[in-house]
């Protein structure tokens, strides 16, 4: 056995507004990525891996299928209302992956779009933010590791304090422009409406 060293590095994450500007300067199926990234928290790996029928399969929810997940086991993450309404132009994409790029071309994509965004890129900036915000939200580790595919206590260890509760009202409210920010998607209207 070898000792292993736990990963100490401070945990660097996106303001609503970096978000906004990554999401503005996104186009096509890398906006729908960056996306799911900051609002569902999925890891890079599974963003890759995450087909269409995924995103669409189990209304209200992205199913991350254990064939997916970095844990092997299948989850399924709430879309919430502004990821609804980030995800609404691409209703009519029902197959197929939403990114055939490998992860080594994306991150070079990902960087390209930092900068034309003129956001400084954060390892993991999406998911660290999602966790983040999504925990200061909710005040709840057990809520927050069964939507991130993550253990409670890592939830606790890692992500408590590094947000407050306003900073992630206005993170789950990135919405596209012409969207409302105070209109909340009912659950009947959200299910019709994908």
């Not at 991350?64 to 299948?74: H, L, N, Y």
Request: positive net charge; charged residues 20%; hydrophobic residues 45%.
């Amino acid at each position: 056995m070898r000792p292993e060293h736990a990963n100490t590095a401070e945990v660097q994450f996106y303001s609503p507004k970096e978000f906004r500007a990554l999401l503005a300067a996104a186009e096509g199926p890398m906006r729908a990525m960056i996306a799911i990234g900051g609002l569902a928290g999925l890891r890079t790996q599974e963003l890759l891996r995450l087909d269409w029928a995924d995103v669409w399969r189990v209304s209200g929810h992205i199913e991350v299928t254990s064939s997916k997940s970095k844990t092997r086991q299948r989850r399924l993450v709430e879309t919430c209302p502004a990821l609804v309404a980030w995800l609404r132009p691409f209703r009519e994409c029902t197959s197929g992956r939403i990114c055939d790029l490998h992860e080594i071309r994306w991150q070079q994509n990902f960087l390209k779009l930092c900068e034309l965004a003129k956001v400084i890129r954060k390892a993991n900036g999406l998911r660290h933010a999602f966790v983040s915000y999504h925990f200061a939200l909710h005040a709840n580790e057990n809520l927050t590791a069964q939507q991130a595919g993550n253990s409670p206590a890592m939830i606790h260890a890692h992500y408590k304090g590094l947000a407050t509760k306003a900073e992630a009202e206005k993170w789950f409210a990135v919405k596209p422009a012409g969207v409302p920010a105070n209109v909340v998607a009912l659950p009947a209207a959200k299910e019709a409406s994908l």
